[in-house]
Every structure is written in structure tokens, then in C-alpha cells.
């Protein structure tokens, strides 16, 4: 089986098929970006994109995403440049113990590949399935509408 | 990687870029997994804890308990009535018997579900009215199940009781409630070559980590290091629990030498971490037809669960500030701590003020409304204002009472007058919906108080390359507070942010500072470091003073440089120039809370050296089918003395008032027989993105004499006013009083 992870290309025994993707990436690939919080696919600080879908890494096996492209926090970023998402989670303050983060920010980009003018409550009903308990999601959706107009740029 | 940002803090980087390592990120060579036993018991005896099996399981390395401590098994911060590992008694359904340390953590799993243990059963207690009695006794040994009682004696409410015009009496009950930060407890602990143990570890006090884990080991404070890492949130509640897992970690490693990672799935941690106090309140309350509040009388009974942790100090707070921000001539009030065998209870944002507050801002509103008074002007003829006397005797002054400016404030920015005047009272509008308006207020002493030493310290060290390395005994638990240290030491040193970097600090590296809860960190951590940057300047300025030509008193330090009445030097060659001369700019100082007071017998006394003011309205509708309650808008304003980082200052508001509203109105652990049932953040609900509105905050700065720096706190007013302002919606909506919390509307068919 193969899975391509942040562009990179891995062969994995299919005999794993059936182990957690955030097992894999967590303790395989040291990718420890991706948390986490609740094991049981409610609380999002897992959230990974598979073919530019959000997906619970600790919900879906390795088989789930065999032929895919899986991208996590640590893909964001190119050649030592900021992605404009995460630009913005720091222009508007909304990281704070950020731990939910990565799920917030993978959940953010995945809502602005698909719609570059998303209204507050849509930014709000894409993130509805990340928990934060810091930020109280008014600065989290701040950085999200910031970061829209980047995305309809580079369309 | 640079950041170029308009709002700032030092480690959000590392954040949004995947690169934080939290406790479970952290390997080493070598390591091994360690995980929890439990009993399905809530009560009994411990008769014996066969390990056999388990230990022969793949992987095993050891099985761990009670048996193989060192130093001490029992500890805590107030009472030494916890069992790190329980020995003889089970008390609580969180206890833990063994660990299985094993090469992997499926493996550790595995052979956890081999250890057996032998119970006999005992009766239990899930009231703390009825453990009160002491029928049965949780701790034997300590004759009683009460755990502290507090009081106010102030006046003589009996007697005045007597000539009030209207006396209210009522009940209130508030439920436990989860910290739910995301990141679970995580503790590694690292058996180093010269004898001493580190820990990375998700918490808040590694001071307390390193107390607990002295006394599992029977080891001095030098042989165990803990150290600051990144931490996934806390909110109170990785104080005890996180020290008990990073003893339980370090244990292990000393036992088998070797690495120990120690991390909670989430039905373990909210299992066994303590929760915010399920609070039983008598709340009566006496007042003139004038409107004039003349006597209160409160019983208060926390259940403080199978161990003592920190509820004194919970209780004491309730205490101090059990008649809201009023002045009340006449009051009695008995607090009462008392064991029982549900889960435990201690630290959490708020700390016994936001149950009070949900009954007193309930009380003001059903004492307007007897006499036919306008809620607002209620509060206002009865609030604290400058030169008050507070129920303790505490007269307030010093700093700013701002109690009407936030309340002004909340009411224009919710347009409280203009949308009351929409509040159904039961009555359908014409969208078929309940409305209104709620609000709350609350003055809050800071940080610790007479609860106990308050002291912190901040070391800057000024390297010769013109770098600098600031730490303090605060901690970073996400709130931001290296941030507002580093803006805060920018400030004073007059120099660029980006020269400063805030060293993490360990145990070893700088003195006991206290725990970072209280809405403390800003406040004493900030006020440390002006102290050693005044420290420095003092210094730099004896020795510079020559190379400015002027008197020591006549340099200022700003531009990035320091300046006399005719020359400047750059900051770059004042360090250096230090060097040459054989100085080190380099200053510790510790900061002493201004001193308090407290009488336990009168519960008089000055028992905060200064406090905060905060007032939040809500508006709300209401769908009478499902009882469902939306939150439409809400408006906070907190005065904060000064706000050193003004984005993170609204985070902290935001965050409190999401999390205020989570208690206010869907949080439950669903607790039967002393157990947790609610065990995930499936059935346990916090507020989502799409539960709470936009809310509008604004920031009040009053600075105050007393913080060397004049900031003072948020953490904790932030949260405190949620549910009694939902409450009094609801009440404006339906025409019905919640008196116990979660808040629910019954839904009607």
C-alpha cells in the first residue's frame, strides 16, 4: 500500500492496513503535529486532510488512506514560508495553548480550498467539530476569514 | 521561519507550524510506556493486589504498587490524605492500584487488564450533606469527614433579620465540572547519569510536580527537575493531577531506570482529575423596602470528594466573596469542605467564585423584583464602590474601584435598556421564541490572598552580544504569559522584544514561585520582572554612568539604549562595555505579594491586597419545543489594571466566557454512585464554534499602584459570570428561576 504524506511517498506493508493513521504518523514518522485529545473522533486535534478533506486520523486506518494524499499541519508550510493560514492564526492572536490547532488550521484550509468567501458562520460550521477550550473561537475564526482572501489570490 | 505579525507571542511559531512538543511528543531512547490500574470499586477495603500475571505478560518490565514506594505514598498540598498509589482503602472510582510499565504501550494495555484486585466492599457517600454527619468516615483517620469549615461573622444578621422589610430564602446547587483541556495528563520522566530525574510534563505547577514527586521517591528537591514544556491547556486543572502523573512516571523510572512516559487516553483523565466543587447553598438574604440589602445568611456545602487537594482554599473564596460585590452591614456564613466518595474536587478558573456568583447575581435580581426595583439600580444603590467596606472589613482602596464603570460599560455595549424592553417573560414572541437579556457582575480578590505564600521571582540576564534571557516562576500554560513577561521587560529595559527571549524555566533554575492559577501569572509575574529590571538598571547605571558623563539617577533607558542628559550609548555597547568591566548585568528579585490578613474565627481581615471588577450580559432566545437555548449575543468588560498584551488579554475573555457558558448550560459528567459516566468529550459537551456568537469585549484599565507592573488579572473573572448572567435571562425569558446548574428549560409539548 501507499500513502503520500505532506508530498512524500511511503510504502507500507498491507499487513498494517488495518492500524490508526495517527499511530502512524505520530510514532512511525514522528509527524507529532497531528494530536491526540480524545481518541474516539470528537474532539478534532487530530484532523488530517485526505485528498483535501478533513478526517479524523484516529478514526480512519491506514487502508483508509492507502492511495491518497494526507496532509498535516507539518505540510503546510513551503520552503520556509508560512502558508497564509497559519500567517494569520498569528496576525489574529488565536493560538493559545494550541494544542487544538493543527486540527483547527487543517479544517480552515480545507473550508478555504473549497469556498474563498466564506461567511462567519460558515468558517464556524467548518470548525464545528474542532474543540478549543482557550479561545472561546472568536480569534480562531478571525484568522480563518483573514486568510480567505489569500485563496481566492492564488486561484 | 520570521514572523511578522500584529498580534504577538513567542511561541505561537512553534504552534502553527506542528513543531511544539507537548509531553506525549517527547521520545527517548529507550523508553517505556507506563499505564494506570483502576478498581471498579468507589468504596472498599483493599485486600490484595495480585500482580503475577501481569508481570508475565509480553513486554512487562514491572508491575508497580504502593509496595515498591520508597519515600512516602501519601501526599497532598494541604492534607497528605492522597494515595499516590493506593495501599489498604479505595475512596474514589479514580483510585489507582498498580502500573504496568512494559516495552510498548498496546503491551502496558494489555497486561493492565491482568491485574487483580481483592475488595471488600465498604458503604459510601455522595452527598456531602449526608458524609457531614459522619456516619461513615472516608479518611478514619482523621475522625471526621468534614475537611474545613469557614466563616464569616460580620454584624448580627439574626437580629437584623428581625427589622427587614422582606427576607428571601432559597437553595441553590451547582455541578461538578470538567476542565476539558485537550491535551490530556502526560508526564516522561528521564533517570539521568548524575542522579537526577527530569520530567517533561503537561502542567501548570511544576513546583507541586516536584513536591509530589520528592515525597514518592523519598528524594531531595535537587534530584528531580521538571521541566517547562509546551501544555494543551489547564484551566486549574493540571495541578494536583499532573503532579500525581509525573510522580507516577518518575517513580517508575527510578525504579527500572530507564525513561518513563506516562500519558492518559481522556477516559483516564476525566476518571480520575479532580473537578471544579459541586456546591449545595442556603442562601438567605434580608433587605429594606428601600432597597438597602441588610443581613445575609449562607451554608455552604462543597463536596470536596474523596480528598482534600485544595478545597480550603476553594471554600475560602466562595467565603470572602459569598455576598457578591455588595456591601452587606450583617453577615453569617458557615462554608463547609466535606468528603465524599465521588471523584475529587480542587483547583479550576474561578475557584469557588463562580458558584457563588450564579446564586448572589440570582438573589440581587429576585430581591429587585419582590420589590418591584429595577434590576440595575438594585445592584447599583447596593454594590462596592471607592472606600467601601467589603463583608470581611476590608476597606476598599489603593487602586480603582471600577464595579459602575464595567457595569456602564456592559450595559451601552449590549444595549441592555433598549433590548430588555423584548424580554417575553414567559409570553411567546412573534417568532415563537423566549428572549431576553441577562447580566452579572463581580469584584474578584486577586491572585491568592490570605490563602497562602505569595511570592514570585524573575531573573534577567543580559548577555554581552546585547541578547537577553528572562525567566520567571510563572508558567506557561497557554495563556500567553512569556509573552506578556517579555513585552513587560521590553518596556522597562526600554529595548526591542526581539533582543529578549524567555528562557524556559526548570525547578533547578529558578525558586519556588508558586503555582501559576489564581489569575496570578500577569500579575506577580510582571511585577517581578519590573523589580529585576529595575534591579539591572541600577546596576548598568552605577557602572555606565561614567561613559554617559552624568550621575547614576540621570540615565534613562529607552530607544534601545541608554541615555544620559548629553550623551547615548547603545544598548549593544552598554552590554559590552559591562563586559570589559568585569560586570554582569544580571538581576534576580522576587516579588511579595503586599501583605493581607484573616481571622478564621471572625473571617474578618484585608483578605486580597487589591481586586478586579467585571460585569457580562447575555442575550438569548429560546425554542420552547426543545427548551433549546441559543446565545445570541454576549458583552463583557473587565478592568484589568493594565493590559500588557491586549489580543491575548481578549483571548483569556473570549475563552473564559466559552467556557463560563459551557458550565452555564451543557456541561455534565453525569455522575451515578461516585462514578463518572460522561467519560469522553462525545457525551461530556463543551461549547463549539457554532454554541457561541461573536462575543464583545472590552478592556477597562485602571492601573493599579499596588502590581509593580499596575496589571492585575483575567483568567478566572473571565469565566465567572456566565451562568448567573444566562440564569437571569432565562429567567427575563420564561418567568421561571433556575436554581441549579447546568441551566435547562424544560421543553414543552
Known amino acids: ?155 | 521561519m520570521t514572523q511578522n505579525t500584529s498580534a504577538w507571542r513567542n511561541d505561537a511559531l512553534a504552534k502553527v507550524t506542528g513543531k511544539a512538543k507537548y509531553a506525549d511528543d517527547y521520545k527517548f531512547y529507550e523508553m517505556l510506556h507506563v499505564v494506570p490500574v483502576y478498581t471498579e470499586e468507589v468504596s472498599a477495603e483493599v485486600l490484595a493486589i495480585h500482580t503475577d500475571e501481569a508481570a508475565r505478560m509480553p513486554g512487562v518490565v514491572r508491575v508497580v504498587t504502593y509496595r515498591d514506594v520508597p519515600g512516602k505514598v501519601n501526599f497532598g498540598q494541604i492534607q497528605k490524605d492522597y494515595q499516590i498509589l493506593a495501599s489498604d482503602r479505595i475512596r474514589m472510582h479514580g483510585d489507582v492500584v498498580a502500573l504496568v510499565v512494559a516495552q510498548t504501550r498496546a503491551q502496558a494495555l494489555a497486561a493492565a487488564a491482568c491485574v487483580k484486585v481483592d475488595c471488600k466492599p465498604l458503604p459510601a457517600i455522595f452527598d456531602p450533606e449526608e458524609g457531614y454527619k459522619d456516619n461513615f468516615l472516608i479518611h478514619p483517620d482523621k475522625g471526621t469527614n468534614l475537611i474545613n469549615h469557614h466563616a464569616v461573622r460580620t454584624g448580627n444578621a439574626q437580629e437584623a433579620f428581625k427589622s427587614c422589610d422582606f427576607v428571601l430564602e432559597e437553595i441553590f446547587t451547582t455541578q461538578h465540572q470538567e476542565h476539558a483541556y485537550i491535551e490530556p495528563e502526560s508526564s516522561v520522566a528521564v533517570p539521568d547519569d548524575d542522579g537526577v530525574i527530569r520530567i517533561y510534563g503537561s502542567m501548570q505547577h511544576p513546583f507541586v510536580a516536584r513536591r509530589f514527586t520528592a515525597c514518592l521517591l523519598g528524594e531531595p528537591f535537587s534530584n528531580i527537575e521538571v521541566f517547562t514544556i509546551a501544555v494543551g491547556g489547564g484551566f486549574g486543572g493540571k495541578d494536583d493531577t499532573a503532579a500525581l502523573v509525573a510522580a507516577r512516571a518518575a517513580l517508575c523510572a527510578r525504579l527500572t531506570n530507564r525513561p518513563c512516559k506516562l500519558t492518559y487516553d481522556r477516559e483516564w483523565s476525566m476518571r480520575e482529575s479532580y473537578k471544579r466543587h459541586a456546591y449545595k447553598v442556603y442562601y438567605k438574604m434580608g433587605f429594606s423596602g428601600s432597597g438597602l440589602i441588610q443581613a445575609c445568611d449562607v451554608t455552604i456545602f462543597a463536596d470536596g470528594g474523596a480528598y482534600c487537594s485544595v478545597t480550603p482554599w476553594v471554600t475560602w473564596r466562595s467565603t470572602v466573596q459569598c455576598c457578591g460585590p455588595y456591601c452587606v452591614p450583617n453577615v453569617h456564613c458557615d462554608t463547609y469542605g466535606v468528603h465524599t466518595n465521588n471523584i475529587f474536587t480542587g483547583a479550576f478558573r474561578g475557584f469557588g467564585s463562580p458558584q457563588m456568583n450564579f446564586i448572589v447575581e440570582q438573589m440581587v435580581e429576585k430581591a429587585a423584583q419582590t420589590l418591584g426595583m429595577d434590576e440595575i439600580e438594585f445592584r447599583r444603590l447596593n454594590m462596592v464602590k471607592q472606600g467601601s467596606t467589603t463583608i470581611t472589613q476590608q476597606k476598599l482602596d489603593g487602586h480603582t474601584v471600577s464595579m459602575a464603570e464595567v457595569l456602564d460599560t456592559t450595559l451601552a455595549k449590549i444595549d441592555y435598556y433598549e433590548k430588555r424592553k423584548r424580554n417575553t417573560y414567559g409570553v411567546l414572541n412573534e417568532t415563537g421564541e423566549y428572549y431576553a437579556v441577562g447580566l452579572a457582575m463581580s469584584y474578584r480578590g486577586m491572585s491568592l490572598g490570605a490563602e497562602g505564600i505569595d511570592i514570585c521571582a524573575a531573573i534577567i540576564n543580559a548577555q554581552y552580544d546585547g541578547s537577553i534571557l528572562i525567566e520567571t516562576g510563572i508558567h506557561e500554560n497557554g495563556q500567553g504569559s512569556e509573552a506578556a513577561m517579555i513585552l513587560m521587560a521590553a518596556e522597562c529595559l526600554g529595548v526591542c522584544k526581539d533582543r529578549i527571549r524567555y528562557r524556559r524555566s526548570s525547578t533547578s533554575s529558578i525558586p519556588d514561585s508558586g503555582t501559576t492559577v489564581a489569575s496570578r501569572g500577569t500579575l506577580m509575574g510582571t511585577s517581578a520582572i519590573v523589580l529585576a529590571c529595575n534591579k539591572l538598571k541600577e546596576q548598568m547605571a552605577r557602572v555606565l554612568s561614567e561613559s554617559l558623563k552624568c550621575q547614576p539617577k540621570e540615565v534613562r533607558f529607552e530607544n534601545d539604549g541608554l541615555c544620559g542628559p548629553n550623551h547615548t550609548i547603545t544598548w549593544d555597547e552598554a552590554v559590552w562595555t559591562m563586559f570589559l568591566r568585569q560586570e554582569h548585568p544580571y538581576a534576580m528579585a522576587t516579588f511579595q505579594a503586599p501583605e493581607v490578613s484573616w481571622d478564621e474565627e471572625t473571617g474578618h481581615g484585608n483578605a486580597y491586597f487589591t481586586w478586579v471588577y467585571g460585569c457580562q450580559a447575555v442575550e438569548i432566545a429560546i425554542q420552547p419545543k426543545t427548551g433549546k437555548i441559543r446565545l445570541l449575543s454576549a458583552a463583557a468588560t473587565h478592568d484589568v489594571g493594565k493590559a500588557v498584551n491586549p489580543p491575548f488579554v481578549l483571548g483569556q475573555i473570549y475563552g473564559g466566557m466559552a467556557q463560563g457558558y459551557g458550565y452555564a448550560t451543557m456541561e455534565d459528567l453525569g455522575i451515578k454512585n461516585g462514578k463518572v459516566t460522561n467519560l469522553n468529550l462525545g457525551k461530556y459537551k463543551i461549547p463549539k464554534a457554532t454554541d457561541v456568537p461573536d462575543f464583545i469585549v472590552t478592556i477597562v484599565e485602571n492601573p493599579d499602584p499596588l502590581s509593580k507592573s499596575h496589571a492585575k488579572g483575567i483568567g478566572e473573572p473571565a469565566l465567572e459570570l456566565m451562568a448567573p448572567a444566562v440564569a437571569n435571562a432565562v429567567f427575563h425569558a420564561t418567568g421561571q428561576r433556575c436554581q441549579s446548574l447546568p441551566v435547562t428549560v424544560t421543553p414543552q409539548s
Open chain 1, 1 to 155: 500500500m501507499e500513502i503520500t504524506i505532506n508530498g512524500t511517498k511511503h510504502i507500507i506493508d498491507d499487513a498494517r492496513q488495518d492500524e490508526a493513521l495517527l499511530e502512524f504518523l505520530r510514532e512511525d514518522l514522528n509527524l507529532t503535529g497531528t494530536k491526540n485529545g480524545c481518541n474516539v473522533g470528537v474532539c478534532g486535534a487530530c484532523v488530517v486532510l485526505i485528498d483535501d478533506k478533513p478526517m479524523r486520523a484516529c478514526r480512519r486506518q491506514l487502508k483508509h488512506a492507502a492511495g491518497k494524499n494526507v496532509l498535516t499541519v507539518e505540510g503546510l508550510s513551503q520552503n520556509d514560508t508560512l502558508h497564509p493560514i497559519q500567517q494569520a492564526f498569528l496576525d489574529k492572536a488565536a493560538v493559545q495553548c494550541g494544542y487544538c490547532i493543527p486540527g483547527m488550521l487543517l479544517s480552515g484550509h480545507a473550508l478555504l480550498m473549497q469556498n474563498q468567501q466564506p461567511s462567519r458562520d460558515d468558517i464556524r460550521k467548518a470548525i464545528n467539530n474542532n474543540l478549543c477550550r482557550c479561545t472561546g473561537y472568536v480569534q480562531i475564526v478571525d484568522a480563518i476569514e483573514a486568510a480567505a482572501p489569500h485563496y481566492a489570490k492564488n486561484e
